[in-house]
């Protein structure tokens, strides 16, 4: 099916409970201003769905409870100012969803309560200016999230009460000058959090009150000249977090009222003072799994 610079203003298009094991359904440059596209509980084995250089100001697009084993659903290039394209509940075992190079100035994205066990969902290098990406409530066992070179001048992306069990999610050298990504409450038993070469001038990171047995959390080489990362009353018992070769010349990354009783800790070849009580989060003497620089540690007697 062909709806090539349709335009969509209102109305309804139903592909609900549908099988894609092929062949393609295109809404390329299309105009999405109101109406709604359903999906719903589809299943994608193969096939394209491809939405590239799509505009959104307004409408519904709804991939509510499908479930991916393969397929390209494609939103490259596209343009979000308004509007809503939801994934909620939708299984993930294979398949990708892409989001490369779009433009993020307004509208909702949500991935609630999905689940993901593999797959590939992309928005390498997006920009968000405003509007909101969730993965509230999601569950992590496998697959790739990917925010690489993605650019941040605004907007909102959140991860609060996910579940990581394994899978990536990746934000390598993505700019941060103002924007809000959520981990609050967030449950790490594995996988693999990579903020590795992010640029923070601005915005928030917030992990509070997370809980973190497993996996790894990575700022590794990141720089950070303005901004707040918080660990704020997160609770480690396992799991490592690694901060190394990272460049703190202004901003705040804080660990006020976190617990740390085991797992490991990696700050060596930082620059720049210490994290705003890390300190008493990891206690003194410094457990073994801890890297701190010595210049950080409390002067002997």
Excluded: K
Aim: hydrophobic content about 45%; cysteine-free; charged content about 10%.
């Amino acid at each position: 099916m062909d709806f090539t610079g349709a335009v969509f203003a209102s109305g309804r298009v139903d592909f609900q409970g549908a099988t894609f094991s092929g062949g393609p359904v295109r809404f390329v440059g299309a105009v999405f201003s109101g109406g709604h596209v359903n999906f719903g509980g589809a299943v994608f084995s193969r096939g394209f769905v491809a939405f590239t250089g799509a505009v959104f100001s307004g409408g519904h697009v709804d991939f509510a409870y499908a479930a991916f084993s393969g397929g390209i659903i494609d939103f490259d290039n596209g343009v979000f100012s308004g509007g809503a394209v939801n994934f909620g509940s939708a299984v993930f075992s294979r398949g990708n969803v892409d989001f490369h190079d779009a433009t993020f100035s307004g509208g909702h994205v949500v991935f609630r309560s999905a689940t993901f066990s593999g797959g590939h969902v992309a928005f390498e290098a997006a920009t968000f200016s405003d509007g909101d990406v969730t993965f509230q409530g999601a569950t992590f066992s496998d697959g790739h999230v990917n925010f690489g070179r993605a650019v941040f001048p605004g907007g909102h992306v959140n991860f609060e009460a996910a579940t990581f069990s394994g899978g990536l999610v990746a934000f390598p050298s993505a700019m941060f000058s103002s924007s809000h990504v959520n981990f609050g409450r967030a449950v790490f038993s594995g996988g693999h959090v990579n903020f590795d070469n992010g640029v923070f001038s601005g915005g928030h990171v917030d992990f509070p009150y997370a809980m973190i047995s497993g996996g790894i959390v990575a700022f590794e080489g990141a720089t950070f000249s303005g901004g707040h990362v918080n660990f704020g009353s997160a609770v480690f018992s396992g799991g490592h977090v690694a901060f190394e070769g990272a460049v703190f010349s202004r901003g705040i990354v804080a660990f006020e009222a976190a617990v740390f009783s085991g797992g490991h800790m990696d700050f060596s070849a930082t620059t720049g003072p210490a994290p705003l009580m890390l300190l008493r989060a990891v206690g003194t003497p410094v457990p073994p799994g801890v890297r701190l620089r010595t210049d950080w540690l409390p002067a002997g007697p």
